[in-house]
């Protein structure tokens, strides 16, 4: 049995070892905001965060998170109070597809809540690691600069 924090709340889950965190959020406890791109490592859209960082959910075995804080992007805000780093989201338009963009903002709201007012190469540098398929990277580091106001 693995227990951890999950947006506020305990959970456990009986489940091996090995299993990918993704897997554990999707598939055992139905929170699918956080989305599967690469499996690797790679493109960021499953990005999550661990005691306030941002992690790669596919590449972190649920065991490497047993008695953590796991933040998804169902925990970020509410319905009725969004995250500003949300508001800024919806201000902009950003998501064309969308299928990264819950990955971008946990990465997003990780790097405010480290760096409040990140110059345009901060953010384009922590950021690098969430690929957009569509390309709305101008839109996203303008919404992070919103955010950060
Ligand atoms: Fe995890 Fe691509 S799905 S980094």
Redesign the pocket.
């Known amino acids: 049995m693995i227990r951890f924090e999950l947006n506020g709340s305990m959970v456990e889950v009986d489940i091996e070892p090995d299993t990918p965190l ?1 897997w554990v959020l999707r598939d055992t406890l139905g929170y699918t905001g956080t ?13 999550v965060h661990m005691n306030g960082n941002a992690i ?4 972190m075995p649920v065991t490497a998170i047993a008695d953590q804080k796991i933040t998804t992007i169902e925990g970020i805000g509410s319905e009725s109070r969004l995250h500003p780093v949300q508001e800024a989201w919806i201000e902009e338009s950003v998501p064309q597809c969308g299928y990264c963009q819950s ?1 971008q903002i946990m990465s997003a709201t990780a790097l405010l809540a480290m760096n409040p007012m990140p110059s345009d190469e901060d953010i384009k540098s922590f950021m690098s ?1 969430n ?1 957009c398929r569509c390309g709305t990277y101008p839109k996203i580091r303008k919404a992070i600069s919103l955010a950060a106001e």
């Not at 790669?56 to 590449?59: D, L, P």
């Open positions: 993704l989305k599967f791109g690469c499996g690797l490592g790679l493109c960021g859209a499953c990005t790669r959910s596919c590449s990955g690691g690929i």
